[in-house]
């Protein structure tokens, strides 16, 4: 007859320390991720092209002055978002807001107000998985609507005299 050898109990310090083990290696890896995540090549093509559109704003300013207040802007550029990743992409929402621009100055006050250059889309709360996505106005349309509503949208903007094209 074959005998088991009786269970081992585990100690609870044993527990501990693996937990502070187990912890110390997630706050390890979070802040390896956060270190690389800042040399990204990314980052800084994103810094120049807010820069871009910061002197590209400037230059049409002179031009034509914006036609409406900067919080109309972020108020569009978060109806914009919420039209395209919310609940049913809502074409009509971004069509009557592209009806709205009336000049370049507009545009980029759009564009400057979506983020800089770039807006997070979905959330990144999860440590090793990234499950947001940085995108630019025009990406976010061209991502979320076929490209005959992308067509109707520049032919609005063309019709306007916009230079901007999503």
Same mark, same amino acid.
């Given at each position: 007859?074959? #005998?088991? =050898?009786?269970?081992?109990? /585990?100690?609870?310090?044993?527990?501990?320390k693996?937990?502070?083990?187990?912890g110390?290696? @997630? $706050? &390890?890896?979070?802040g &390896?991720?956060?270190?690389? %995540?800042?040399?990204?090549?990314?980052?800084?093509?994103?810094?120049?092209?807010?820069?871009? &559109?910061?002197?590209?704003?400037?230059?049409?300013?002179?031009?034509?002055? =914006?036609?409406?207040?900067?919080?109309t802007?972020?108020?569009?550029?978060?109806?914009?978002?919420?039209?395209?990743?919310?609940?049913?992409?809502?074409?009509? !929402?971004?069509? %009557?807001? #592209?009806? +709205?621009?009336?000049?370049?100055t %507009?545009?980029?006050?759009?564009?400057k107000?979506?983020?800089?250059? #770039?807006r997070?889309?979905?959330?990144?709360?999860? @440590?090793?998985? %990234? #499950? $947001?996505?940085?995108?630019t106005?025009?990406?976010? /349309?061209? =991502?979320?609507?076929?490209?005959d509503? !992308?067509?109707?949208l520049?032919? @609005?903007?063309? +019709?306007?005299? /916009?230079?901007? +094209?999503?």
């Open positions: 007859m074959i #005998t088991k =050898a009786p269970k081992q109990k /585990i100690s609870p310090e044993t527990w501990i693996l937990g502070i083990w187990v110390a290696g @997630v $706050g &390890v890896a979070f &390896v991720k956060k270190v690389l %995540d800042y040399f990204k090549p990314e980052k800084k093509r994103e810094q120049t092209e807010t820069k871009q &559109v910061e002197s590209e704003l400037e230059k049409e300013k002179k031009n034509a002055p =914006a036609s409406y207040a900067a919080s802007y972020s108020g569009w550029a978060s109806a914009i978002a919420e039209a395209i990743f919310g609940y049913g992409a809502d074409f009509k !929402v971004i069509y %009557d807001i #592209t009806n +709205r621009l009336k000049n370049n %507009d545009f980029l006050m759009l564009q107000a979506w983020g800089s250059p #770039t997070l889309v979905f959330p990144t709360w999860f @440590v090793f998985y %990234d #499950t $947001g996505r940085q995108y106005l025009q990406q976010a /349309i061209r =991502a979320q609507y076929s490209s509503q !992308v067509k109707k520049n032919s @609005v903007l063309q +019709r306007k005299g /916009i230079k901007y +094209r999503f």
